[in-house]
């Protein structure tokens, strides 16, 4: 029998995908760096970035990934159609397999303890960033590192920005990495 997976907002850690993973507790732990990630080439380039800048022994990494909301049917008022689980799976696939091929590597390399957190909700860059400050205050993270996409001015003034928000909210310290 398949078991549902979370919809809107909700998260799953998995340890799995990554073998350098953190077991101890989260005291255990000097410092955590949370690193947003996503399928760009920016982004392995920030992770790697932040591996040899700012990783120390006894640091913790959580590798942030925002999977789309799956898309809710509404065909008229009062009726409402599910996402569909199987495509919502297929996603969490795909993104597990992006974690292993792009990311692993690289915290593999450096023996960086690991947790990977993979979270549907809002495709929009204030969602996005409401759940990255979400994770800084939960983990009272040291540091936050995400990756620039360089959008031009046009471009961001219509769709906003991860960053901007971030930009004004960040309780920790901010790296954007813009290769």
């Not at 159609?81 to 292993?100: L, N, Q």
């Not at 915290?107 to 996005?128: G, N, R």
Request: charged share 20%; hydrophobic share 45%; proline share 8%.
């Amino acid at each position: 029998m398949a078991v549902p997976l979370p919809h809107s907002r909700s998260a799953i850690s998995v340890a799995s995908i990554i073998s350098v993973v953190a077991s101890e507790p989260y005291e255990y732990y000097r410092q955590h760096i949370i690193v947003g990630i996503d399928n760009s080439l920016t982004s392995t380039a920030a992770l790697g970035w932040a591996a040899k800048q700012l990783y120390r022994a006894g640091d913790k990494f959580h590798l942030v990934h925002v999977i789309p909301e799956p898309p809710t049917l509404r065909p008229w008022p009062g009726v409402y159609v599910p996402p569909d689980d199987a495509a919502e799976r297929e996603e969490f696939r795909d993104a597990t397999a992006m974690v292993r091929a792009a990311f692993a590597p690289i915290v593999k390399q450096h023996q960086i303890p690991t947790d990977v957190h993979l979270i549907v909700a809002a495709d929009s860059p204030d969602s996005i960033a409401g759940l990255l400050l979400e994770k800084v205050e939960e983990l009272d993270a040291a540091a936050l590192v995400v990756a620039s996409h360089g959008k031009q001015a046009l471009q961001e003034f219509w769709t906003g920005s991860v960053t901007r928000s971030l930009l004004r909210r960040c309780p920790a310290p901010l790296v954007v990495y813009r290769q």
